[in-house]
């Protein structure tokens, strides 16, 4: 039976949390919605506080995953981050990431792009 692409997408956040939490970063919330845009997770590291967009395929037939986050996906995202840091009163420095999966067989590989945009 073939996985949904919630599942999928799922499986991708909780491999970039594994992945970040390792790094030692410190895991915060996942998921963050905000109106009509969303966040998949969010971590802090030595005050600094990071907003991650994981991207997660099975081949690169339509490009690479991180080349998938869209100029209208950032600006969502740049939205509920900022609605984030007002509710949570944060004054310090963010940073803006993406965690790019690619999946092909039995074969995993992560990449982590480090202020990725804005």
Known sequence: MQKSTKEIGKRGENLAL??????????????????????????????????????????????????????KQKDLILEAAENYILENNWKYDIRFDIISILAVKDQVEISHFEDAFY
């Open 18 to 71: 594994q992945y970040m939490t390792d790094k030692g970063y410190d895991f915060i919330t996942q998921n963050y919605h905000f109106r009509k845009s969303e966040i998949d997770l969010i971590f802090v590291k030595d005050l600094l506080l990071i907003f991650v967009e994981v991207k997660y395929r099975s081949s690169q037939d339509f490009g690479l995953p991180e080349e998938m986050v869209s100029e």
